[in-house]
């Protein structure tokens, strides 16, 4: 009695516009937690959340594995009653970015879930339109981060104005990173085998068509979908691959020198394996000696006994229609900032082999009025983004894949455009379309517009994505198909371009890239950087 008399006099003290708005808002809270029907799926029964607004259902957080420190995922234990899929997961455990970055975007691009970081961290997200006729194709997003960070509880990867246009299910995956997922094994990119099987084993109750699974991976993501592509020709995890500004040709697999390199490193600073299984543990000492690093798999390791890319150059992989972009400005990330050197073979001589910097200034050659800037983005650009993305393309073609080509140019530049410089972290204005801006344009529903693409290009380009997706045979929509001899190529402003053959001594073999220069440090003794 005493609780309705303070109920009823809280009432009365509310004015009649009070009320009205608090009816409203009560009405309205419960209007957009809309239920869908209850589906069943391999662990049990569970439900999303109805989005009105946008015309889909999320259904966010789903486990898809269960995991321990440094031990392979297994398929989670059923659940007992209804999983109401409503949030995501934690993310996995991963290392900051620098404090500057941080301050900079987190908040807009890079802020994840609020569930903070956890070792069991297996979970999906499924994007589905509200109304589904038949069933619809299935587009599975592996983000980027370097291997080393991200989540798809970043606004980055939200997928819900690409699902509001009813002609996918798109599913979004979290899988283990850094010295987490590959510090002596595979478990990362074992990881998203789990999640792709899952899909194919579930995705029927949600709509989507578990025989027309495309893997979407975007920067380090792509190396990872390619990675598996090239490494599982006994089992048909996805049927069409699409890779966004990544190759396994510029992210070079770890050894077991490597592995053996970084447990000493760790061991010299008093982290052995106890202390390795400490989550917070392990990510302090790492970000507390700056322990700078490119995460890769493993050769070696579990589901990979050869390096990925002698297996593309070998050409022994399972035809497989495929879709590869770039973006004009991939490569602005490695322009300095402040005062700059002229020197080209200096410039990039700051993160490519010393055996091929004299090839790649002689491929590229300084234009008299290039300001030496763009010039460093252009060839950044060239030989980490286009060159193994054109070399992928021509390698995939003459093995049978239907491939096709695009590059994100000027039309797809966000409104405030910048960069981070690679070496200081700071940022800095640059008009260009810089690496990221591909995810800017298909994803990121709940961005800030200044650093989104202009509107009408992100829906065409969505309707583009899908179209592919539902027949990866429309190639008039895209650049020509790649022929083998790349007699599609056109030249690109400020970049003189040499014969395809000339071109490919970059990537023959291996990563280009040298991890001991830009910040990257491999060898465990060195604390120089």
């Known amino acids: 009695m005493l609780l309705l008399c303070s109920i009823l006099g809280l009432l009365l003290s509310f004015s009649e516009a009070s009320l009205f708005r608090f009816f409203r808002n009560a009405a309205s809270e419960l209007q957009s937690v809309e239920l869908p029907l209850i589906l069943k799926t391999r662990d049990g029964p569970l439900q999303g959340v109805v989005d009105n607004t946008k015309g889909i259902i999320r259904y966010l957080g789903i486990p898809y594995g269960t995991a321990q420190p440094f031990a392979m995922a297994t398929p989670p234990p059923a659940w007992d009653g209804v999983f109401f899929a409503k949030e995501f997961g934690p993310s996995c455990w991963q290392l900051r970015l620098s404090e500057q970055i941080n301050e900079m975007i987190a908040g807009d691009l890079f802020k994840s879930s609020d569930r903070g970081m956890a070792d069991d961290c297996l979970t999906l997200n499924i994007y589905s339109p509200k109304e589904v006729q038949g069933v619809l194709p299935v587009l599975v997003v592996v983000h980027g981060g370097s291997l080393a960070r991200g989540s798809p509880s970043m606004p980055l990867y939200e997928a819900s104005d690409l699902a509001s246009m009813r002609k996918a299910i798109v599913v979004t995956v979290a899988y283990r990173l850094g010295p987490w997922g590959f510090l002596d094994n595979n478990y990362g990119l074992e990881d998203l085998k789990l999640a792709l099987r899952w899909v194919k084993e579930n995705i029927k109750e949600f709509g989507g068509d578990p025989a ?181 393309a021509r390698l995939m073609a003459q093995a049978g894949s239907p491939v096709h080509v695009f590059m994100f140019g000027p039309d797809y530049q966000p409104t405030g455009a910048y960069w981070i410089d690679f070496f200081s972290s700071r940022k800095t204005k640059f008009k260009g379309v810089f690496h990221g801006s591909d995810v800017l344009t298909l994803l990121s529903s709940n961005v800030n517009r200044v650093y989104l693409p202009p509107q009408a290009k992100r829906i065409e380009m969505r309707k583009r994505i899908l179209d592919w997706i539902t027949d990866p045979t429309t190639g008039d929509r895209w650049a020509e198909r790649v022929q083998i001899e790349d007699d599609h190529e056109k030249e690109a402003e400020g970049i003189e371009r040499k014969d395809a053959d000339e071109r490919k001594g970059l990537w023959d073999n291996g990563c280009p890239i040298d991890l001991n220069k830009s910040g990257i440090r491999t060898d465990p003794m060195d604390e120089s950087h």
């Open 212 to 392: 027309n699974v495309t893997a979407w991976g975007h920067s380090a993501g792509a190396s990872l979908v390619q990675t598996l592509h090239l490494s599982t020709e006994d089992e048909v995890l996805f049927d069409k691959m699409i890779l966004m500004s990544g190759s396994v040709l510029a992210l070079p697999p770890r050894t077991a020198q490597d592995v053996d390199n970084d447990l000493r490193w760790l061991e010299q600073r008093g982290c052995d394996q106890d202390c390795c299984r400490d989550p917070q543990r392990l990510k302090t000492i790492i970000e507390n000696h700056n322990m700078q690093h490119i995460w890769a798999p493993i050769i070696g390791g579990t589901g990979l006994q050869q390096d990925p890319g002698e297996t593309l150059r070998a050409k022994a992989f399972r035809s497989l229609p495929t879709l590869i972009t770039w973006t004009e400005d991939d490569g602005s990330l490695f322009i300095p900032a402040g005062s700059i050197s002229h020197d080209t073979k200096e410039l990039v001589g700051k993160f490519l082999k010393d055996e091929l910097t004299e090839l790649a200034v002689s491929l590229y050659p300084l234009g008299q009025r290039q300001p030496t800037r763009l010039w460093i983005s252009n060839v950044a650009t060239e030989v980490l983004f286009r060159g193994p993305a054109l070399f992928t």
